[in-house]
């Protein structure tokens, strides 16, 4: 599994977008088509300090129809906030579906995508990596969430970004039989990276 802090580049496409939405005007509900949320993300993303508290309540709101761009999106509004506890709790959930979200992808290069996803949220990856406890504290609560795998977005989101991605088209996922022993694993394989940040 990667580990918490990588950099990779990741498809300018989805995080740009030509038309503009205040969060004002952001939708009672996210578009359940994950093309759809792509292109509303690379807008709400651009969404200055100004918009913070409506953007992070309406994140938080719909966090469980949302892919991770938008937690990591999140994370950084609260750290920006002084919300440093949240941020970095969001920023593990964010980590840890991504990572879920691409091992179910059947073009394993779709992890990549995650952590050129997480840059956006670096200043959290920095403000983690300087308070290791707190930030190991986190990660347990994400950890214990029991939603923490609830998340309704289809994977494809992510799976579109491997290497056999052409045009927006996705590979396609594993078998959903493979899905909870894979939840487990990636579960296991946070749980001891939090576990050794505690310990430092």
């Known amino acids: 599994m990667p580990r918490i802090f990588p950099a990779a580049a990741f498809v300018a496409a989805l995080l740009t977008s030509p038309l503009a939405v205040g969060a004002a005007e952001l ?29 992070i309540a309406w994140t938080s709101r719909h966090q469980l129809a949302l892919s991770s761009g938008y937690l990591f999106d999140l994370s950084r509004r609260l750290l920006i906030a002084d919300r440093g506890a949240e941020a970095l709790e969001w920023y593990a959930v964010a ?3 991504g990572q879920y979200d691409a091992g179910r992808c059947r073009d394993s290069s779709a992890r990549r995508a995650v952590s050129g996803l997480a840059r956006q949220a ?40 491997g290497l ?22 990636v579960r296991a394989d946070f749980a001891k990276q939090f576990g050794d940040m505690l310990k430092r």
Do not use: K, N
């Not at 990856?125 to 998340?151: K, M, N, S, T, V």
């Not at 056999?164 to 939840?183: C, H, N, R, Y």
């Open 95 to 97: 980590l840890i579906r």
């Open 164 to 185: 056999t991605g052409m045009g927006g088209q996705s590979a396609g996922t594993t078998a959903p039989t493979l899905w909870p022993s894979l939840a487990e694993a």
């Open 27 to 55: 939708p009672d509900q996210p578009p359940a088509d994950w093309m759809a949320q792509a292109d509303l993300f690379g807008r709400v993303a651009t969404l200055g300090a100004g918009e913070d508290a409506q953007v």
């Open 122 to 161: 670096a200043i959290v990856a920095r403000y983690g990596h300087q308070h290791q406890q707190e930030f190991g504290e986190a990660g347990q609560r994400a950890l214990a969430r029991p939603d923490l795998f609830g998340h309704t977005i289809s994977p494809d989101w992510v799976c579109a970004q």
